[in-house]
T-cell receptor, first 114, second 113 residues
Framework: ETGVTQTPRHLVMGMTNKKSLKCEQH?????MYWYKQSAKKPLELMFV???????ENNSVPSRFSPECPNSSHLFLHLHTLQPEDSALYLC?????????????FGPGTRLTVT | QKEVEQNSGPLSVPEGAIASLNCTYS??????FFWYRQYSGKSPELIMF????GDKEDGRFTAQLNKASQYVSLLIRDSQPSDSATYLC?????????????FGPGTRLSVLP
C-alpha cells in the first residue's frame, strides 16, 4: 500500500449505531488530520494529531471521537450520529513543523446517516 | 474570522485557453499557500505550493503570490478537458494550537472541448 488509505470507502449507519473509520499513512509523516466535506461547503478541519498528540479540535461534537495510536494510524469513532453528519470524511497526513507542509489526502469515506 | 475566499464558478474556458483561478485570504501572517485539484467524487490532490512572492511554474501550471494584496492565483495554460475539476486554495493560519490549513470553498472549472 502506498500513500494514505482509508476504510471503509462507503458507510451507511443508523443514528443509534457505533462505527469507526480507519486511516493509515505510508509516507513517514508525523501529523494526521480528519476533515469533513459536506455538499456546497468548504473542507472543515476536525482534528489534528502531531506525533500522536491531539493538537487541534475545532469544536467538533462529542459524537465524533478520534484516536491516534501511533503516527501511522488514525481512527474516527462514530456514535449516535445525526443525518446532518452525512458527508465525505477525509484523512490527510503531512510533515508538521512550525509551519504546515503539504498534506496528502486519502480517498475518503462517504458516510450516510439514516 | 479567518477566511479563504474563492469564486465558486463555474468558470468555463475553451480547450487550449488559459484558465485563471483566484484566491484571497484574510490572515496577513499566512506564509504557506497550496492549490489542490478535486475531481467529482474523489479526494483533493496536491498540484502546487508557493511560499514566496512572485510566480512559480510547474509544467502547465503557474502559481502567483502577492502577500501585500493577500492574493494567490493559479494559471493553467493550454487547458484540457481533463482539467475540469474543482480547485481548492489552502492557506496556513493560526489555529488554537498552532498553524493549520484553512481551505477555500473551491472554484469549479469546466474546460469545453
Amino acid at each position: 500500500e502506498t500513500g494514505v488509505t482509508q476504510t471503509p470507502r462507503h458507510l451507511v449507519m443508523g443514528m443509534t449505531n457505533k462505527k469507526s473509520l480507519k486511516c493509515e499513512q505510508h509516507l513517514g509523516h508525523n501529523a494526521m488530520y480528519w476533515y469533513k466535506q459536506s455538499a456546497k461547503k468548504p473542507l472543515e478541519l476536525m482534528f489534528v494529531y502531531n506525533f500522536k498528540e491531539q493538537t487541534e479540535n475545532n469544536s467538533v461534537p462529542s459524537r465524533f471521537s478520534p484516536e491516534c495510536p501511533n503516527s501511522s494510524h488514525l481512527f474516527l469513532h462514530l456514535h449516535t450520529l445525526q443525518p446532518e453528519d452525512s458527508a465525505l470524511y477525509l484523512c490527510a497526513s503531512s510533515f508538521k513543523g512550525i509551519l504546515p507542509y503539504e498534506q496528502y489526502f486519502g480517498p475518503g469515506t462517504r458516510l450516510t446517516v439514516t | 474570522q479567518k477566511e479563504v475566499e474563492q469564486n465558486s464558478g463555474p468558470l468555463s474556458v475553451p480547450e487550449g485557453a488559459i484558465a485563471s483561478l483566484n484566491c484571497t485570504y484574510s490572515d496577513r501572517g499566512s506564509q504557506s499557500f497550496f492549490w489542490y485539484r478535486q475531481y467529482s467524487g474523489k479526494s483533493p490532490e496536491l498540484i502546487m505550493f508557493i511560499y514566496s512572492n512572485g510566480d512559480k511554474e510547474d509544467g502547465r501550471f503557474t502559481a502567483q503570490l502577492n502577500k501585500a494584496s493577500q492574493y494567490v492565483s493559479l494559471l493553467i495554460r493550454d487547458s484540457q478537458p481533463s482539467d475540469s475539476a474543482t480547485y481548492l486554495c489552502a492557506v496556513n493560519m493560526m489555529g488554537n494550537y498552532g498553524q493549520n490549513f484553512v481551505f477555500g470553498p473551491g472554484t469549479r472549472l469546466s474546460v469545453l472541448p
